[in-house]
């Protein structure tokens, strides 16, 4: 069977989009590595993510951290899309699809954006404002949410409002208040899923989409890998979409925007 990425890259490749992507070509490639930890908080982590740049847009992937094989930005510089699409690595193929579909469907209202603006301040500050705008894509009546992709600030979201949650996360730990989290998905414990873009990225997506269209969870995607890949696929499994293209909110203490698909109005 086809995956929804897959029947996506057909249509890429079909031109759908109204651009060639043989004809669109990488002009940089970079990678962004990172660690925090938020002042008042016990823990921290790391993160490594591969973008890449095609005209006005950035397309990104997160991978885990020095697992990018060496080359893989000389790669990328001066291929085309439709190269990219095929290259052998996956996060290359999803940075790839992420910054042609950036390009081609940017984040505007013309394309079902909605814009919410995450104000200035710190990093703790900025990951709590996002948070209240991914969490409220999590319909009211749900009563336990598996998150995949533990990220404290949507925990601490979801506790305030009620919601109970089972975090899961292929690191394993324990979350800011003490809990286990799970390193497989237990989708049938669950009545709704909040799932990290990073999925794309490792291959476990279409499990979490497939699960969603079978049963009909809603699925909220929390997306920075990916956020011009998963809006277009609303519909295909996803409810859904925090979409939060390059720079991050943790690469900048000024103002900046995430961008809302579907969810509750």
Known sequence: MTSAVGTLVERVNSGAYGLDPATERIALAFSTSQAVRHPGRSGGYRNEVLSLRLGAAVGSCAVEPGTLPPGTL???????????????????????????????????????????????????????????????????????????????????????????????????????????????????????????????????????????????????????TGSGVLPRLLGDGVTAVSAEPYPFFWLDGGPGTVHLYGGPR
């Open 74 to 224: 000389d790669d990328c510089v001066g291929a085309s899309a439709a190269e990219l699409l095929g290259h052998p690595e996956l996060p290359v193929r999803i940075a790839a699809l992420d910054a042609f579909l950036l390009l081609a469907r940017p984040h505007v209202p013309e394309h079902g954006a909605r814009p919410v603006p995450i104000p200035a301040g710190s990093t703790l500050a900025r990951s709590r404002a996002r948070a209240r705008a991914v969490v409220g894509l999590v319909p009211a009546r749900v009563r336990r949410v598996l998150v995949v992709g533990v990220v404290n600030s949507l925990l601490e979201r979801l506790r305030e409002r009620g919601t109970a949650y089972l975090p899961c996360d292929l690191k394993g730990g324990r979350t800011e208040w003490g809990e286990p989290i799970r390193t497989e998905a237990e989708l049938d414990d669950c009545d709704a899923m909040l799932v990290s873009g990073m999925t794309l990225g490792n291959g476990s997506f279409e499990t979490f989409a497939e699960h969603a269209r079978r049963t009909g969870k809603p699925l909220v995607m929390f997306a920075q």
